[in-house]
């Protein structure tokens, strides 16, 4: 078992609905859990993280965590085709000394 | 300025040739790294530098070989690559090594002929 499962998707939606992306993991140790988006051809771009479970909203991104059930979740509200891209969520232990473990991606499609 | 640049955009090498990859950032953080990742894939670690030390080599082989002249500075000197390295080479920068918040570069589009 890979220790980040993401579905590759590709999901695609009409502007305006509500997306939900989401991660699940093997490792009990990770503590750090973000969420990065990557426009084509472009680099990773840092769109959230979270400490621990719990969750964290930033204008129409909220991003939760479930350590209990080892899953997290990107929603995404109101998506606009800007927000056509990438998703990839990354996870770490912390504790300075471990890299992030970062899922496939999935890449997703708003259509106007 | 939370920007890091990387030159060049693109690079086509061929097997025999030698080539560098620059990446630079000005934000004073202490740690940076070297990313490959191929299509539809996730990013995959090479080298991480802390405090201009090589810290963490991901057996990576020896054809690429990084450098860290100074805090701001990395380089990746590329010698005798094969067409299965041809991948986009993303640089990143933290606070401090291993930080989850890192930021990425727009990378160096690699081909090897």
């Known amino acids: 078992q890979k220790e980040v499962e993401q579905d590759p998707g590709p999901l695609s939606v009409p502007e305006g609905a509500i997306v939900s992306l989401n991660c699940t993991y093997s490792n009990s140790a990770f503590q750090y859990f973000m969420w990065y988006r990557q426009y084509s051809r472009k680099g990773p771009e840092l769109l959230m993280y979270t400490y621990s479970s719990g969750n964290k909203e930033d204008g129409r991104f909220t991003a939760q965590v479930d350590k209990s059930s080892k899953y997290i979740s990107l929603f995404i509200r109101d998506s606009q085709p800007s927000d056509s891209a990438t998703y990839l969520c990354a996870m770490s232990e912390g504790g300075g000394s471990e890299k992030l473990v970062f899922g496939k991606g999935t890449k997703l499609t708003v259509n106007p | 300025d939370t920007e890091v640049t990387q030159t060049p955009k693109h690079l086509v090498m061929g097997m025999t040739n030698k080539k560098s990859l620059k990446c630079e950032q000005h934000?004073?953080?202490?740690?940076m790294y070297w990313y490959k990742q191929k299509a539809k894939k996730p990013p995959e670690l090479m080298f991480v530098?802390?405090?201009?030390?090589?810290?963490i080599n991901e057996s990576v082989p020896s054809r690429f070989s990084p450098e860290c002249p100074n805090s701001s500075l990395l380089n990746l000197h590329l010698h005798a690559l094969q067409p299965e390295d041809s991948a986009l080479y993303l640089c990143?920068?933290?606070?401090?090594?291993?930080?989850?918040?890192?930021?990425f570069g727009p990378g160096t589009r690699l081909t090897v002929t």
């Open positions: 530098y802390s405090y201009e030390k090589l810290s």
């Open positions: 990143a920068s933290s606070q401090e090594a291993f930080s989850y918040e890192q930021y």
């Open positions: 934000m004073g953080h202490r740690a």
